[in-house]
């Protein structure tokens, strides 16, 4: 006689339990990742959160914003002049130049490669625009646009060699930073300076300033406002989705952190000139590219390369174009610092784009948190970085402080930039966030 496993036992209507199923004993919890906690705890959580975060290597921007805060009280002890209106103003404008280049930079360091022609490419792109307006009597506007194409062909030719060809991009640019020197040597003739309208199109880049104080004010309000909205929509996404989202009380904490400097600065603007054109167009390209960066499918392919091209190969992403194009917006990035630089002293000349320029763009990328070893880095980097460095040389010049000690002091901020970069990377990997 046979007996049912399945049936029933002496009247009894309940079955046996799946032999694949294992009963769940009582005491047992379940793993729940902490970040998923956030919006349970509250600011608490994010708190909490933060913490957490730090203790596993991610630091974000906080090494950089120490830093300048650190620097800015040194050379304000030393020199009530350092945080003034017009030396804070003027830092700013010239930091506006080198940034730009460091921002193209960023896009490069984020594949996990560098551009040793930036310095050369600005020099040159500043070159063509001066003999084309000044010696061939090209409409400025048109000179500018072409200076710009220089800088995105190079940057194009660059990126063919390396993603093409297999040529190693520092190879490739090497080449690029004494070829590109030599041509600009070149056109620029056995003259060697070549004077800019003084009213013109380009010398108004950084000698414009918008005198109405509502200018300054303007823009910081624009700035602090656009960041409270974008903030607001990007939680309620994020409630959508069921995934953390910041509370509103901590939105509203981070919006007046970053009110606080955006007026202080406005009003200082507004102590000496006003606000600067060259400020306005500097943040103007760092907020739009962030928003390629971080909003669009083309940023999270640049991203997706620097942390591993097999993998972004194998999810069918067009590594050669991506690489491609990369270099084409840093050559194009670097001929509009170009102009920015040719702007501050109004001419082009045979010291264009060299000394330390090429050191000072690589060095601003990596100082403001782009990571060398690719995959992590935003524009931002490229603002935060410049800061630091410009900051270190204003308050260089106000102490009267020999070239040579700048040199030196922003060489060990890089290395500590560098320095913090690998330990924070090897502290995820320990905590498993790399």
Do not use: C
Request: glycine residues 12%; neutral net charge; aromatic residues 6%.
């Amino acid at each position: 006689m046979s007996t049912d496993v399945t049936g029933t036992s002496n009247g009894d209507d309940s079955r046996e339990a799946p032999r694949d199923e294992v009963p769940v004993a009582p005491a047992a919890v379940t793993a729940v990742d902490p970040r998923l906690l956030v919006r349970e705890k509250g600011l608490a959580g994010y708190w909490s959160e933060s913490v957490r975060r730090l203790r596993s290597g991610e630091l974000g921007s906080l090494p950089v914003v120490v830093g300048l805060v650190v620097i800015a009280l040194v050379f304000q002890l030393r020199d009530a002049a350092f945080l003034g209106a017009e030396n804070l103003s003027n830092l700013f404008v010239t930091a506006a130049g080198t940034g730009l280049i460091a921002v193209g930079v960023v896009f490069v360091l984020i594949l996990g490669e560098i551009d040793l022609s930036v310095g050369s490419v600005s020099g040159l792109a500043a070159a063509v625009l001066a003999v084309l307006n000044v010696q061939h009597g090209v409409p400025e506007w048109l000179a500018l646009i072409a200076a710009l194409a220089t800088g995105a062909v190079i940057g194009t030719l660059h990126g063919f060699f390396f993603a093409r060809i297999g040529v190693p991009a520092f190879v490739v640019t090497l080449a690029g930073l004494l070829g590109w020197n030599g041509l600009m040597l070149q056109v620029l003739g056995a003259n060697g300076t070549i004077n800019l309208d003084d009213i013109g199109l380009v010398a108004s880049l950084t000698n414009h300033y918008f005198e109405d104080i509502s200018a300054a004010y303007g823009l910081a309000t624009l700035g602090v406002a656009a960041y409270l909205l974008f903030s607001f929509r990007d939680a309620r996404r994020r409630e959508a989705a069921g995934v953390p989202a910041r509370p509103p009380v901590e939105i509203v904490l981070r919006t007046a952190v970053l009110a606080v400097p955006a007026y202080a600065v406005a009003w200082l603007f507004n102590q000496y000139k006003g606000l600067p054109l060259a400020v306005v167009i500097f943040l103007g390209v760092v907020v739009a590219l962030d928003l390629v960066l971080r909003r669009t499918r083309y940023g999270r392919t640049v991203h997706a390369l620097g942390g591993s091209v097999e993998a972004a190969r194998r999810a069918g992403i067009d590594v050669a174009a991506v690489r491609i194009s990369v270099f084409a917006l840093s050559g194009t990035m670097a001929a509009l610092g170009g102009l920015f630089l040719a702007s501050q002293i109004n001419a082009a000349n045979q010291s264009s784009g060299s000394g330390s320029l090429l050191m000072n763009a690589i060095a601003a990328a990596v100082i403001g948190g782009t990571s060398l070893f690719g995959g992590r880095g935003k524009t931002w980097s490229a603002l935060l970085g410049v800061l630091v460095i410009q900051s270190i040389a204003s308050g260089m010049a106000l102490l009267g402080i020999a070239a040579a000690v700048q040199y030196m002091i922003t060489g060990a901020v890089l290395l500590a930039a560098v320095v913090i970069d690998s330990v924070s990377r090897r502290t995820q990997k320990t905590a498993g966030r790399a």
